[in-house]
């Protein structure tokens, strides 16, 4: 049985979110990139809306929602604002990796806090020497008398000068490759962690930067998932930020497409509105129609999940043409709104600077394209790792 429809209680969730969208994130959307803050208070407002606990258990304060779900969230609050979709991206991601990996005092002292909004985690993989190939990262954790012991530097992270903690990935056997990375909770108010926001192009309210790490120990309960082995364990997950990223994307291009094509019907040139030439409609047809399908196939990467079948390269898929298009879409859309599109009155700039954002974040076009290569045609024939072989 082939069913596109969502259930009725997915249906009135989209429906109080286009309602919460259209009253206090769009009117509100462009006050936070020039004011360069996160709305803590919307954050928590999401906590309310259960949008923060997703993927969380009922018994640790999150709504125990599926991963389709979780894409309506990202989809409606892309429209409203695509740095608040930070909430749903990340809380999911991290609030499924605690739950699924880390200890039950773990899930106790950060599951109700990351579900209410009190509390914002995130997700430290990358650094300055290692980004596409994740597996080269230098970060070191030894273990010592009861406490792991950090050191390195991470770059590049979301919520770096916000965050309350940060899933911290660290090598315990220096020596070997991405089987000797382990998985930590950190908190960012340790002796040792430090802090710095960078001065981003988009999602400025998200404060990106680098986290040091002098010394920091790290008491043994805050490992995740198995020592030596917490980068295997959790990279499952970004098959779903992944899916989520795409559709935050759709929902920024598809509240852009709405809105240009109200501009156009009412917009004359040359005595008649802009939407009756086709120079004009044409590429909004173009657009919309990208994003409508990118839009399904994020949809149905979900729903794979949440079947519990594959969909790593369905993810992909979506991670690397979603962001694209988006702000393809986005742009297209500026142009024809004209020269006060330009301008920081309207919201078209800042969705276009935003969305580029993730066209790196959580993996470039490229680093997606190699998962997809390397399941369509084969892992013998990865560009890393293993030579190609001979005839
Ligand atoms: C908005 C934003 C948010 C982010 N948030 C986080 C976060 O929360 N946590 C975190 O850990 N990181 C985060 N990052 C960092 C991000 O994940 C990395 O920037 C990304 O993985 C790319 O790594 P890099 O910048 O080191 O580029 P590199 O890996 O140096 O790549 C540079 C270029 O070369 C290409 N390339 C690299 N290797 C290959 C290859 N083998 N074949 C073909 N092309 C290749 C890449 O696609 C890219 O275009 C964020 C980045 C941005 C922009």
């Known amino acids: 049985m082939l069913n ?5 209680e997915q249906e009135d ?22 004011e360069g803050v996160l709305p803590r208070g919307l954050w928590k407002k999401l906590g309310l809306l259960g949008v923060n606990g997703l993927r969380i258990p009922a018994e640790y304060g999150g709504s125990e929602a599926d991963c389709v779900t979780a894409g309506i969230a990202a989809e409606e609050i892309g429209r ?19 739950n699924n990996h880390a200890s039950e005092d773990l899930k106790k002292e950060w ?26 990262i230098k970060a070191t954790a030894i273990y010592k008398d009861g406490v792991y012991v950090l050191n390195g530097e991470k770059s590049g992270i979301s919520v770096a000068t916000i965050g309350d903690a940060f899933l911290i990935f660290a090598k315990t056997k220096p020596d070997l490759g991405s089987r000797g990375i382990s ?17 981003d192009m988009g ?5 990106r930067g680098s986290i040091y790490l002098n010394d920091v120990e790290l008491p043994e309960k805050y490992l995740i998932g198995l020592e030596d082995k ?30 240009t094509i109200e501009h156009v019907k009412g917009r004359l040139s040359f005595g008649k509105p802009l939407a009756t030439y086709q120079g004009v409609s044409f590429p909004l047809v173009t657009h919309y129609t990208q994003i409508e399908m990118i839009k399904w196939q994020a949809y149905r990467g979900l729903w794979l999940r949440d079947q519990g079948l594959k969909h790593s390269k369905e993810s992909a898929s979506v991670k690397w043409m979603g962001p694209k298009c988006s702000q393809e879409a986005i742009h297209e859309c500026l142009l024809l709104n004209g020269h006060y599109a330009y301008t920081k009155e309207m919201p078209l700039e800042q969705r276009l600077r935003d969305v580029i954002g993730l066209e790196i974040g959580d993996g470039t076009a490229q680093a997606n394209q190699m998962v997809i290569a390397k399941d369509i045609i084969g892992k013998e024939f990865r560009s890393y790792e293993r030579p190609v072989p001979s005839k």
């Not at 969730?13 to 990139?33: C, G, H, Q, S």
């Open 230 to 259: 917490g980068f295997i364990q959790v990279m499952n997950g970004f098959d779903l930020s992944r899916l989520l990223i795409g559709l935050q994307c759709v929902g920024a291009a598809l509240q852009s497409l709405d809105e």
């Open 203 to 207: 999602n400025i309210p998200i404060g």
């Open 13 to 34: 969730f989209r429906d109080m979110l286009k309602e919460f969208v259209r009253a206090e994130l769009l009117p509100n959307y462009t006050r936070w990139d020039r």
């Open 4 to 8: 596109f429809s969502f259930t009725p």
């Open 111 to 136: 599951l109700p806090p990351i579900a209410s909004g009190d509390k914002i985690v995130g997700i430290a993989l990358t650094e300055p020497d290692a980004g596409t190939d994740a597996a080269g």
């Open 183 to 199: 998985a930590f909770i950190c908190p960012s108010d340790l002796p040792g962690v430090e802090c710095n926001g960078y001065e």
């Open 80 to 98: 409203g604002d695509f740095n608040l979709t930070y909430a749903v991206m990340l809380n999911s991601l991290i609030g499924e990796i605690i």
